[in-house]
């Protein structure tokens, strides 16, 4: 951490900082726990030109996660522009390896999470991030236009743009909406985390989970437990406690690689053709 930047947080925070350590804070920020006389903070620095746009956008999104109060979210004291990028200072968690009785806790209160909502219409008030990227969220009361129109699509012509994939490897608006329409049922918005891989949560010390890094909007709650799934999954006892709370529905399986494509597309955009054949499989399987 520059130094100026330590010395601005320290004005910020009306405390001088005795200790920094830098910590995993994922492919896109640089994170650090700051320590004081007094308490630990928990702080992201980043230096891209989007990048307070970003943390706000993530600020607002820990807030709504936070208002619902079905599970741990860290409460954000900072974010602040800098004179290139900007930073997010939050509670600092202290964590513990999970156990299955940690996940199933996980399980119990994303699935509380999920039936918390009341919303009308899929999609947020406002536009944030997944990653890097943005992530359009224009409000729509159909869920099936919503998810063509807001997720898939942006990111297929993102990778058109940059020459990830051809013309020709991309679905028509209208293959992309059939296909959607087949496997999904009729769905109540539910507030997800938009992003949740095994980075984006935390088990607290006494047992308690937090989530982290969100990309929200009112969605299926199908999507959230396919990201989980995307790198290997979490523990079963994880997936058992969640449907106790939400059953299984018929086509969970089809619609859960459509909706990893989206998290598939998103890997293709920031990170190259490693994920092309993944992607190339689904729209050939459901897209034809």
Not at 118 to 129: L, R, S, T, V
Not at 135 to 147: E, L, P, R, T
Not at 235 to 242: K, L, Q, S, T, V
Not at 251 to 277: A, E, M, P, T
Request: charged fraction near 20%; charge should be neutral.
């Amino acid at each position: 951490m520059d130094n100026s930047i330590r010395k601005h947080i320290e004005y910020l925070l009306c405390t001088k900082i005795i200790e920094i350590r830098p910590m995993s804070g994922g492919d896109i920020s640089q994170a650090y726990m700051l320590k004081t006389e007094s308490e630990r903070f928990f702080c992201k620095i980043h230096k891209d030109q989007l990048a307070f746009k970003m943390f706000q956008a993530e600020r607002s999104g820990l807030k709504a996660l936070r208002e619902t109060k079905t599970i741990g979210i860290p409460k954000v004291l900072l974010c602040e522009p800098l004179e290139e990028g900007a930073l997010l200072i939050m509670e600092f968690v202290e964590t513990k390896t999970p156990t299955s009785s940690d996940f199933e806790r996980l399980g119990h209160q994303l699935a509380t999470l999920h039936r918390s909502s009341e919303a009308k219409k899929f999609g947020y008030a406002q536009d944030n991030f997944i990653g890097s990227l943005p992530q359009s969220n224009h409000q729509n009361i159909n869920w099936v236009d919503f998810y063509v129109s807001e997720r898939l699509l942006p990111q297929l012509r993102l990778a058109q743009d940059s020459g990830k994939l051809l013309f020709s490897e991309i679905p028509s608006e209208t293959s992309l909406s059939k296909g959607c329409h087949n496997l999904f049922p009729k769905v109540q918005p539910a507030l997800l985390h938009g992003d949740l891989w095994s980075g984006n949560f935390l088990i607290a010390s006494g047992g308690r989970p937090y989530l982290i890094d969100p990309a929200v909007y009112f969605g299926h709650h199908e999507v959230d437990l396919a990201m989980t799934r995307l790198f290997g999954g979490f523990d079963e006892g994880f997936y058992r406690a969640y449907h106790e709370v939400i059953s299984l529905e018929p086509s969970h399986q089809q619609r859960r690689d459509i909706y990893q494509l989206y998290y598939i597309l998103v890997h293709l955009n920031l990170f190259g053709q490693s994920y092309k054949s993944s992607t190339k499989h689904i729209l050939g399987k459901y897209f034809n």
